[in-house]
């Protein structure tokens, strides 16, 4: 009963980051033409790591020699999850379309798994395999409302490239947060990378701010970075890394997969888009794929990997 407490409270934890995520990409496309991609990054983490220290601070002093044994660690995962992978969404939001924004980002999870294959030995079981491909068929009838020839139309951009690369990062960023040291509790851990984050990304902003327009603050601007500093930032990371911590990145990365259809409940609500049965039907689909690719009727043996740890086995 305890094991299974456990693994619900992991998928709790992974729902609530992707559905405060999918707020995130709307308001990142809000803001494109609003303020430049860095100095929404940069506000962004500033504004989380001044709403972090009050909780954290304590925490952060107690386990100062953690960190300082940590380092390259801590560099590493602030520098992909922090500095470099919501850097690159904006870029992307700045070149490329909604659809295509879309279709990359379910690589996420996919990325997850090939990785933890290649690196740590994970074997990718049949329910997986089905799993994944009736999620990306959920995915893909929603963002082209069941014309799926549209997918055979579309032209890549740079942005594309941005956010395939931002793709690739999360991934690499989710496996490393299963690897989190032992003592490091879960608040050290993210204020400190958010405050390492925010350092590696300050002269990219000095140079952006120097050499772009001055951005007019507004309060749909300064609603949009409380939102992304705070809740996108602050509350989802934390969620996300006791996901990975409870459950695994890899099925942490199929809930991920529900991030269209959060995004869909929310323009619905605050855009007035009309909610069809192309919605319901993609709904079925994914919901059953994430259903499919977490059942363990029967345990994966782990194909033998010179260094790999038992801590990336997924649970």
Not at 110 to 138: D, H, P
């Amino acid at each position: 009963m305890k094991c299974n407490n456990k693994r619900v409270s992991g998928y709790l934890y992974a729902i609530g980051a992707t559905a405060i995520w999918s707020g995130n990409f709307i308001i990142a496309r809000g803001l494109s033409d609003s303020i430049p991609p860095v100095s929404l990054a940069f506000w962004r983490w500033v504004v989380a790591v001044l709403v972090f220290l009050p909780f954290a601070s304590k925490t952060l002093i107690a386990e100062r020699h953690i960190l300082k044994d940590n380092i390259p660690y801590l560099c590493v995962t602030a520098l992909l999850g922090i500095t470099v992978f919501n850097t690159l969404i904006y870029f992307a939001g700045h070149t490329t379309t909604a659809i295509n924004l879309s279709l990359i980002s379910i690589t996420f999870p996919v990325f997850i798994v090939v990785l933890s294959r290649l690196v740590f030995g994970e074997l990718i079981t049949v329910n997986k395999y089905f799993g994944i491909v009736l999620v990306a068929a959920g995915i893909l009838f929603l963002i082209t409302k069941g014309r799926l020839l549209e997918l055979l139309k579309i032209s890549f951009v740079i942005g594309d490239l941005w956010m395939l690369l931002a793709a690739i990062t999360f991934a690499v960023y989710s496996i490393l947060l299963k690897r989190k040291p032992a003592q490091l509790s879960v608040w050290t851990l993210q204020l400190s990378t958010f405050i390492l984050g925010l350092l590696f990304l300050s002269p990219f902003y000095i140079w952006e701010y120097l050499n772009t327009p001055p951005v007019e603050i507004n309060s749909n601007v300064i609603f949009s970075i409380l939102y992304v500093g705070i809740f996108a930032s602050l509350v989802a990371f934390i969620l996300w890394s006791k996901a990975i911590e409870t459950i695994g990145p890899i099925k942490s990365g199929m809930v991920y997969y529900t991030l269209p259809l959060f995004s869909m409940i929310l323009a619905s609500l605050f855009l007035g888009e009309a909610v069809t049965g192309i919605h319901f039907f993609s709904a079925s689909l994914i919901v059953s794929g994430i259903l499919i690719a977490n059942y363990d009727g029967y345990k994966a043996h782990k194909v033998p990997t010179p260094g790999a740890d038992d801590s990336l086995k997924d649970s």
